[in-house]
């Protein structure tokens, strides 16, 4: 009976969070993002097999080298774009970065020299950083209070979805046109999501600009947005989450190949299916959980997801493939509670006019949490093999309880 019940909840949750679909405008907005992040997937596979072109030796350094730009120019300019979003059209934010985007990704087909390769992604991702931050601050806009939990996790699982069968597809499509002519797909995606969002009323997406406000401030803004991320208890303890679940995420993403490969003796073939194992966990937890977890503060997500990632890692050094299978399925449900409800709070709990600026904000403080976390984890990786993944729990486990014991007074907020 118990089991009934459970999965009656379930499938209710999944059902609520398409019900958010027939609101017109998000739709449009869901469909043109979901384009947009197989266009992504598009280009890092790209990338990737470009980079193996320059040399098998080089593709690890500039691949690496490319995704620490990526994450740079998302620290550095999403604040600035954040602050733009509450000062200027959303809508042409939207159209205007892909558009450039797509301009930026068709030059890719063309480089022949590994510093071409590094200006553009770092440019691609400045338009990346203003894009993300607007686009969260329209869901806000577009979505009432009662289906915007279940509107934020549509697109988290849509992106996780997409971050296990993008790649996928891509590389299909590399198999039929050729390494270098996916840019020009990728590129063609970038116009299709722009025309989708050319197709939105402009007022729908943002409420009127006031003119009489004082003049533009670009650094006055983003320091406010700062403040106020951190000024918000709510916020402030999920941000915080989030770090504790990139120390783990990031143990996942970068030492998991070498656990499989090294570690276990085992082939690619193997990788692919513990890392789709993830993203499937990741996938599930996004579209439930803001239909599960109705509390204010969302503790109960953030600190179930948080033990759940450093109960997993903790144990991974220590089991078979086909448990860390399972293993992988429930930290990927880890990652998602942990992750997700940061934006959802800010929505909730930002005055609309400050938004924009937030989410800029925690845009670029969540990818400098992975900014920190990456070296660890590689420093782990390469320092204790073997026992990688249970340093790296413990470390998890311990930033968790600075988190609880300096936040224990949200702990009790329902």
Known sequence: MNKA????????ALKESFQVLKNRIFSILYFAESISLLGDAFTWVGLALLSYQFGKEKSAVILATALTLRVTAFIIFSPFAGVLADRMSRKTILYVTHFIRMAIVACLPFVDQEWQIYVLVFLLNIFNAFFTPTYRAVIPQVVDQANYRQAVGLSTATFQILGVLGPGLAGILAVWFGAKDIFFIDAVSFVIAAILILMLPATKLQHAIKKNEKAFTAWHDAIKGIRLLFKNPLIRFALLIEFVSAIAGAQILVNTVGHIKSGLHLDDKHYGWIM??????????????????????????????ATVLAITISITNFVG???????????????????????????ENIAE????????SHFAFSHLWWAVAYPIAGFMGSHYP?????YGGILTALLLSVTLLSQRKLVSIK
Do not use: C, H
């Open 276 to 305: 789709a194992a993830f993203g499937i966990g990741a996938s599930i937890a996004a579209f439930v959980a803001g239909s599960l977890d109705k509390t204010k503060s969302r503790r109960l997500s953030l600190i179930i997801g």
């Open 386 to 390: 073997g026992k990688d993944f249970l």
């Open 321 to 347: 493939y086909p448990v860390m299978l399972v293993l992988w399925l429930f930290a990927g449900l880890g990652q998602s509670l942990a992750e997700m409800p940061s934006e959802t709070l800010i929505g």
């Open 5 to 12: 019940v459970r999965s009656t909840s379930l499938l209710n």
């Open 353 to 360: 006019n400050e938004q924009g600026k937030i989410y800029g």
